[in-house]
């Protein structure tokens, strides 16, 4: 039996199972997504996240377990529940005959209606030309058609599945300053993303999927907290005693000029101990340096 949804959040999905005949893309998954917070989706291709998000969509029926989007069931609620979100795909068909601006003003209608000034504004940050032919566009401008036409859109939540698939380096940046402004403002965003630095930039809490399955949830703090950090110092002499600190381990002593330089790995237990042990030696040099968004994500992946 599925656990009791949650009370308060903007997704709450339960045991969340879907079967296409002998294939099994959601295995029981769990994802809650909380009001005014930007969550990661992450996991790779044929993990389950586009499978989720239909759901969320109401596009598809799931096999079993629970899911509630603004407390309401996607599939039965989906005109009420559509009025409140919008939605960017990883890769945007659009009306090959018809303008970018035309397009961003039918996909706006669809959400409800677009904030014209944001609107204007945003084709400005992107740097569209939304009187050319659809036809024309590259698939990174597509990209931007989508966005303009969801991030003009004053909703509760919005679902970004890739939504930087074919943006140049710039573009990101603009991407992510608009979500900042977006989270200011108290919205929801679902985020799924292959690109791992944008997510640690944005994103409060972070779910990890695979095969179907939730393998971990949290913030970013949260995960690291059950990883190990890197530290590196250097000293006038060896520390002998940083070997013999449980939880301490990859020790790596190497002669520089002007000293030693050492690099291990501490659990959270062992770091303050070990940054002790180097501090009362007096560094010349210390970095501390928790596990990257990257790291924790191939970390918890070799775990499952």
Not at 2 to 24: M, P
Not at 70 to 95: E, N, Q, S
Not at 188 to 199: A, G
Request: one cysteine or more; glycine letters at 10%.
């Amino acid at each position: 039996m599925s656990k009791s949804l949650s009370a308060g959040e903007i997704i709450d999905g339960r045991e969340l199972r879907k079967d296409f005949g002998s294939i099994t893309a959601l295995d029981g998954l769990d994802i809650s997504v909380a009001g005014g917070e930007v969550h990661g989706f992450l996991g790779p291709n044929g993990a389950g996240k586009t499978t989720v998000i239909r759901a969320i969509l109401g596009q598809l029926a799931l096999t079993g377990g629970e899911l509630r989007v603004f407390g309401m069931d996607p599939r039965h609620d989906a005109v009420a529940i559509h009025r409140r979100l919008a939605y960017v795909p990883g890769d945007t068909a659009l009306w090959p005959n018809l303008s970018g601006g035309e397009c961003i003003d039918l996909l706006g209608h669809f959400q409800g209606g677009l904030n014209s000034a944001r609107r204007a504004g945003l084709i400005d940050r992107f740097e569209l030309d939304p009187s050319r032919r659809a036809r024309t566009y590259s698939k990174g401008n597509r990209q931007k058609v989508a966005l303009v036409a969801a991030l003009a859109a004053d909703v509760d939540l919005y679902l970004l599945d890739e939504p930087t698939s074919g943006l140049d380096p710039l573009m990101e940046a603009r991407f992510q300053a608009t979500i900042a402004e977006i989270r200011a403002a108290g919205r929801t965003v679902l985020l799924s993303s292959h690109i791992l630095d944008e997510v640690e930039a944005l994103c409060d809490r972070v779910t990890i999927i695979r095969s179907g399955r939730t393998v971990s949830t949290g913030t970013l703090d949260d995960l690291r907290a059950h990883t190990v950090t890197t530290v590196t110092a250097t000293t006038a002499a060896e520390l002998p005693g940083l070997a013999q600190l449980p939880g301490v381990a990859g020790l790596r002593v190497e002669a520089v000029p002007g000293g030693v330089r050492t690099e291990l790995t501490a659990t959270p237990q062992a770091l303050p101990g070990a940054v002790a042990e180097i501090v009362a030696a007096r560094p010349s040099s210390l970095t501390v340096r928790p596990p990257s968004l990257d790291e924790l994500f191939l970390e918890q992946y070799q775990e499952a």
